[in-house]
């Protein structure tokens, strides 16, 4: 009885669409090193679909907000990324958004174009605090309290952040300068089509997107990703990554066609196992708070309290950081450092650069002495044995 169960659940898994058969094991996930998914923070495990041959499948998400649409669709039996394509369908009249920044950069739109793998990027001139403003105008009113940025790889969130949105013509604060502790600062509620957004940082920052959170959103009618999948064949979907992510895949077939499409059901999500919060220089701090994302400083201490750690601050402003300067409180702009010693002739104290090099010729030089003292000695002897 239980065996004929099983083929009639099968039967409706091939011929009606959308009965969910079987869900992978999530927690068997693949060991192939090319691929990275630790930045994924949600994983769907589905097991055999129940087809013979190979079928456009469509997967559901009752996610309501994505807030990056990438994902990596991984072959449990090759171990290997799927192409995929992300399906989504929302009513006409959501708004989209014109922006331009203070300083202008190459690139802005980038922010808000509803592509994580594009970004923009505010540059540092100096070690000075940046300041970089981002005027959005949406096409409509958006009813917003909270503002969601979105960061590219390896990169710290800004140290700071304000907000104003135009009420009655006039721009009003929002949100007063505050610190940046995650991606998503909250302020009361305001409804505006015009929004200043000001940046303060003290690294190199770039936003893959930049949007305000609706408390008015329109509803999305579709949001799936559609993949080629094989008989027999068990895969899973990770998705939510909380940075930039590009997984390598083959070539795709037409995906966006809906002729033949196996629709399924939702399927359950978990956590991924192998999600790892970046820390790209290893010192334990997660690269969004870290106050030096590329240098090794797990203490972060930050002295003069700037945001930027001492480690890679720059505080004789010679352009080179600390880590790498030989007299990080003196500027030498050359480096110059004759006895090798690594510390800059600008702040050597040692009377003598040679000796210091030379450890031994001190020695030498006291060896020499005493031989000298010795020889004198000798002869003073010699001299009185002669006059005796």
């Not at 190979?54 to 997967?59: A, G, L, N, Q, Y």
């Not at 070690?127 to 960061?151: F, I, W, Y």
């Not at 083959?250 to 399927?267: I, K, R, T, Y």
């Not at 201490?301 to 790498?324: A, E, L, M, Y």
């Amino acid at each position: 009885m239980f065996k004929l169960k099983v083929k009639f659940l099968l039967f409706l898994g091939v011929v009606v669409p959308g009965i969910v058969i079987a869900q992978a094991n999530v927690n068997n996930f693949p060991a192939n090193n090319n691929l990275d998914l630790s930045a994924y923070r949600q994983v769907k495990g589905l097991g055999d679909l129940g087809i013979s041959v190979p079928t456009v499948v469509e997967v559901p998400f009752s996610e309501r907000y994505l807030n990056r649409s990438s994902f990596t669709v991984v072959d449990q039996i090759t171990q290997t990324a799927l192409p995929y394509y992300f399906k989504q369908e929302t009513l006409a009249n959501k708004p989209y958004y014109s922006i331009n920044t203070v300083p202008y950069i190459n690139g802005s739109y980038n922010m808000v174009d509803n592509n994580s793998s594009t970004h923009a990027e505010f540059s540092l001139t100096n070690q000075e605090t940046a300041v970089a403003v981002v005027n959005l105008q949406s096409s409509k009113e958006v009813t917003s309290s909270a503002l969601t940025v979105l960061l590219d790889k390896n990169v710290a969130l800004p140290t700071a952040v304000d907000v104003f949105a135009m009420v009655e013509g006039n721009y009003k604060l929002v949100l007063a300068k505050t610190n940046m502790l995650q991606s998503t600062v909250r302020f009361p509620e305001t409804t505006a089509k015009n929004w200043r957004v000001t940046f303060y940082y003290v690294q190199p920052l770039r936003i893959n997107e930049l949007y305000l959170v609706q408390n008015n959103p329109e509803l999305t009618s579709q949001q799936a990703i559609r993949f080629l999948a094989q008989p027999k064949a068990n895969y899973l979907i990770y998705f939510d990554p909380d940075r930039a992510v590009v997984s390598q895949t083959s070539e795709a077939g037409n995906l966006s066609s809906n002729e033949d499409v196996l629709l399924w059901q939702q399927v359950t999500t978990t956590r991924n196992p192998q999600y790892v919060n970046a820390d790209v220089d290893a010192d334990g701090v997660f690269d969004y708070l870290d106050n030096c994302v590329s240098v090794y400083n797990p203490d972060q201490i930050d002295v003069n309290k700037n945001g930027r750690g001492d480690t890679c601050d720059d505080f004789d402003k010679d352009n080179i950081s600390n880590d790498k300067d030989n007299c990080p409180n003196n500027p030498n702009y050359n480096q110059r450092d004759i006895d090798g010693d690594g510390i800059g002739d600008a702040c050597d104290t040692e009377e003598s650069r040679v000796t210091e090099k030379y450890k031994w010729i001190p020695w030498l030089g006291i060896v020499f002495a005493f031989v000298v003292v010795i020889v004198l000695f000798v002869i003073t002897l010699k001299s009185k044995k002669t006059d005796n």
